[in-house]
């Protein structure tokens, strides 16, 4: 019993954890801004694409 009221107690792990999921929020916002961004992007350049062409 008091191995599981130990372990209970013991959040040396949550740290890692908390880190874990705001790196992995962070990322979705960033492939989120990327796919934008590089959609916004291909579309300025697409003009000079066609009259190179």
Not at 8 to 16: E, N
Not at 17 to 23: K, M, Q, V
């Amino acid at each position: 019993m008091r191995v599981l009221i130990r372990f209970w107690r013991d959040d040396s792990g949550s740290t890692i954890t908390e880190y874990a999921l705001i790196g992995g929020f962070i990322s979705v916002g960033l492939i989120a801004a990327f796919n934008s961004i590089g959609a916004k992007v291909n579309s300025m350049f697409l003009p000079i694409d066609n009259g190179l062409n």
